[in-house]
Every structure is written in C-alpha cells, then in structure tokens.
C-alpha cells in the first residue's frame, strides 16, 4: 500500500466484559479511495475492529488514527468521526428505528445541525444514490431485508461521510441483491469515498476488492493484493479460507498448458480472453 492511510489502527487490544479478547494488538493502515476487504472466520474480530473505527467502541491499548490524526473520544471529536467515518452494521434491523423511511435518513443529518434545506438536499441525494426514492414514505418494518439494507446506507451517506464501512453487506441477499448491493458499494467508491467491508464470500472479495486484510484471532494474519492473498495457499490455510473458484480454474489451465503462469485474472471475461482460440498452441511451462 502506498500513500497516507484515511485509517490506521495501532496495537489495538479490546476484550469484551465476558474476557473474549477480540483484539489482540493488531496494527493495520486503511488505503485512502479504495474498496479494501477484510477477510477471517467468525471471531477474527472484523465487526469489533470496525466498531472502532468509528468509535462506537474504545480501545483498553493502543490508538486508532482517522487522516493522520488519533482518534479522540469527547463528544464533539466522536460527532466529527461518525459524520466521516459510517458504519452499516451486517443485520439493519439493529440500526432502523424510525417509523418511515424518510425519517430514518433524516435522522443523522438533523443532527448535525445543517439548515433544514440541506438536510432535505442529502437526504433525496442519498436515496437516490441507493435507488430507494420511491420507498420514502414506507414504514421500515414493512421493507424486505434487501430495501433494509439500502434504507441503513443511506442514512449514512446522507451525512457525506468519507469512509463507508460495510459489515457483511450482502449478508442473506440472494446472488442478484448481492451483485447489486456491490454495485452500488462500487459508485460509492467512483464517487471518492473510500469503502471497507467484511465478508465470507472469497469470491465477492477477489473479483471487488482493491485491497484485502485477512484477520485470525484478534490479529493481521496477512494483506496485500487480492491475487497476492488468494495465491498464498499457506495463508489461506491459517485462515481457514477457500481459494477463489476463478483462481482454482486458473491455476488448473496452468498446470494442463493452456495458459502461462502469473497474475490470475480477476474476472470471467479476462479469464476467457487469454484462453487460446480452438486450434491454438498450449503454452510451454
């Protein structure tokens, strides 16, 4: 990773009141613009670390850095970091509680203060964002787990935070919702704002992902590149991580001759471009 993190967290240790110890002096830097995946088996602590990144929650030791500057926790610094840093949390049943949609999204930027006319402003501009315009008078609780989801982001972005972190956001979403909820994560990054997520679909984190964390135990197990992680079988192991399915089918192509070692494609298509045409030669290893 190269340039100044937007996030870094220092030898962060957090144990919860029934001794779990979430984390375990993990240091990590967040790349500044990116869609950065963090990957790990449940109880890596991927949810504990995000909660403080905005400092929903306070490390026992260590710091956590938001552009350049450690993070304070007095009322006005944490109302600073949670305009700019917002979490979505994996299930928005736990973060949806007013009685219509439009209220839900409103609810954060009242808060801030801005003038009533900025407020209406973000708030259409978010629901449009996440394609939910014609949900705004709907009561939450009658919205599918899907339009939950979308209602949960937009709420944060109508605060026009710069960092968008994402629990688990394709969580129970069938494979369309999911493509289409990556997509609208993929805007969101387009649009310059910087995008963290955690998952277990190892596929989603290598064909989306500009940069990924694996987490075991509280602690940076490894990072780098997508192709890098999903290429080191030892890592994937300690883990408890699959390889991705584009990756095995790679890596088979390699070792039959049909296609040279290296980088393997992050796509299907790319895939299917530097497979020879029928009657081609097989590449020599």
Not at 35 to 53: R, V
Not at 128 to 133: E, H, K, M
Request: charged fraction near 25%.
């Amino acid at each position: 990773m190269t340039g100044e993190p937007i996030l870094r967290a220092e030898e962060l240790v957090f144990s919860y009141p029934d001794g779990t110890r979430a984390l375990n002096g993990i240091s990590l830097s967040v790349p500044r613009g990116k869609k950065t995946a963090f990957l790990g088996p449940n109880g890596a602590g991927k949810t504990t670390l995000f909660l403080h990144f905005n400092g929903l929650l306070r490390p026992q030791s260590g710091c956590v850095y938001w552009s350049g500057r450690r993070v304070r926790y007095d009322r006005s610094s944490l109302m600073t970091l949670r305009q700019n840093v917002g979490v979505v949390f994996q299930d928005p049943d736990t973060q949806l509680f007013s009685a219509n949609v439009r209220q839900e999204i409103s609810f954060g930027p009242c808060n801030l203060g801005w003038p009533a006319a900025k407020v209406q402003e973000q708030v259409d501009r978010a629901m449009a964002a996440v394609d939910i315009l014609h949900l705004q008078d709907k009561p939450t609780h009658f919205l599918s787990l899907g339009q939950k989801k979308r209602v949960a982001i937009a709420a944060v972005l109508a605060m026009q935070p710069r960092v968008l972190v994402c629990d688990e956001p394709t969580a129970w979403l069938d494979a369309a919702h999911a493509a289409a909820m990556m997509d609208l994560l993929d805007r969101q990054t387009r649009d310059g704002v910087t995008v963290i997520f955690s998952t277990h679909d190892v596929d989603l984190a290598y064909s989306r992902a500009d940069y990924v964390f694996v987490m075991k135990d509280g602690k940076l197990a490894g990072e780098g590149h997508p192709a890098d992680i999903f290429l080191n079988d030892g890592l994937l192991a300690r883990a408890d991580l699959a390889q991705p399915q584009l990756v095995e089918i790679y890596r088979d192509l390699v070792e039959k001759g049909w296609l040279p070692p290296g980088r393997p494609p992050r796509t299907k298509q790319e895939l299917l471009e530097r497979i020879p045409p029928r009657g081609g030669r097989r590449c020599s290893k």
